[in-house]
């Protein structure tokens, strides 16, 4: 079973950039789709992010779009989140999440659907 493990996260300026990575280990992403959620204090988990497992297809939240990109290294079994333009509100937890799927299954940003989780890194971002 793949287990999943985040880095990355840290204090960031309002405007700056991070880099999350999310590596599986005990066996490549192959018919895993995944996704990024984050979860700030006080509120829901929510999605921000979706590739499938060949890397070529991308779902985002619409509060990330243009903003984020998700992207994949099957060399690696690596899935980056890419964070640009930070807002004080993309403050949270965030959490790379793994769904087992056929390659025709769709992304989803419904975080029940998801069957992995990865213990999560804090994302913080001043203002």
């Known amino acids: 079973q793949v287990q999943l493990v985040e880095a990355g996260g840290g204090l960031v300026q309002a405007g700056g950039s991070l880099r999350l990575s999310c590596a599986a280990s005990?066996?490549?992403?192959?018919?895993?789709?995944l996704g990024w959620f984050r979860q700030a204090p006080g509120k829901e988990r929510e999605f921000v992010a979706a590739?499938?497992?060949?890397?070529?297809?991308?779902l985002y939240a619409g509060s990330v779009k243009g903003r984020f990109t998700i992207s994949g290294d099957n060399a690696k079994n690596t899935v980056y989140l890419q964070m640009n333009s930070l807002k004080p509100e993309d403050t949270a937890v965030y959490y790379c999440?793994?769904?087992?799927?056929?390659?025709?299954?769709?992304?989803?940003?419904?975080?029940?659907?998801?069957?992995?989780w990865g213990q999560g890194t804090q994302v913080t971002v001043s203002s």
């Open positions: 590739i499938n497992w060949s890397f070529d297809s991308t």
């Open positions: 005990g066996r490549t992403f192959s018919n895993y789709h």
């Open positions: 999440a793994a769904r087992w799927s056929f390659m025709w299954t769709s992304l989803t940003p419904r975080a029940s659907d998801y069957d992995l």
